[in-house]
């Protein structure tokens, strides 16, 4: 639907696991956070996947992330936290994967949290706390997960194993379905 996403399509292959297309796996080779690249020319395999809500990335560049956006992570939650005033700042997180990139605005990364007493979670200096949405990935796999999705538009054609990926048109209101050719 060429009305639910802005600019062009780029194609990227899926990546065979074991000799096999096995999961939606594709190659992430870049990683900004505003201006600022926290990783250049690397080839990280990373897992498509709507069922994870969170985006889980390599250790170190989960921490680097943390440390640039304020957020602090909570081992025994497995999660981190960030001040919910952080959804206002305009920066934004963009991923590159080959000729694609797709741009995460960091109010798609800063997941409200609301106890379930109705109150708002906070820090212990009063300011209040949302959950923030990359976690380290530990000894697990790369995943892009819905904060990662929500602003991309992707395409999966399986018969040609390929994923082509576009950055998402928040709040398309009218339709222009195409069919892939094979």
Same mark, same amino acid.
């Given at each position: 639907d060429t009305a639910h996403f802005e600019g062009e399509l780029k194609t990227v292959p899926? =990546?065979?696991?074991?000799?096999?297309?096995?999961?939606? $796996?594709?190659? $992430?080779?870049?990683v900004t956070l505003g201006s600022r690249a926290l990783e250049e020319n690397m080839a990280l395999a990373v897992l498509l996947d709507s069922g994870s809500s969170l985006t889980? $990335?390599?250790?170190?560049?989960?921490?680097?992330?943390?440390?640039?956006?304020?957020?602090?992570?909570? =081992?025994?939650?497995?999660?981190?936290?960030i001040p919910c005033s952080a959804a206002n700042t305009g920066a934004n997180m963009t991923f590159?994967?080959?000729e694609a990139t797709v741009t995460v605005p960091i109010d798609e990364l800063v997941l409200d949290l609301v106890a379930i007493t109705g109150k708002r979670t906070a820090f212990s200096n009063g300011v209040d706390a949302c959950l923030f949405?990359?976690?380290?990935?530990?000894?697990?796999?790369?995943? $892009?997960?819905d904060t990662f999705l929500r602003?991309?538009?992707?395409?999966?054609?399986?018969?040609?194993?390929?994923?082509?990926l576009a950055q998402t048109k928040f709040n398309a209101t009218s339709t222009n379905i195409l069919e892939i050719a094979s």
């Open positions: 899926i =990546q065979k696991e074991s000799d096999a297309y096995a999961e939606f $796996l594709i190659t $992430l080779t870049k889980y $990335l390599p250790d170190d560049m989960a921490t680097t992330i943390f440390s640039m956006v304020g957020a602090v992570y909570q =081992q025994a939650e497995g999660v981190a936290f590159t994967f080959s949405g990359i976690a380290p990935a530990g000894t697990g796999t790369n995943v $892009l997960g602003s991309a538009y992707v395409v999966y054609d399986i018969d040609n194993n390929e994923i082509s």
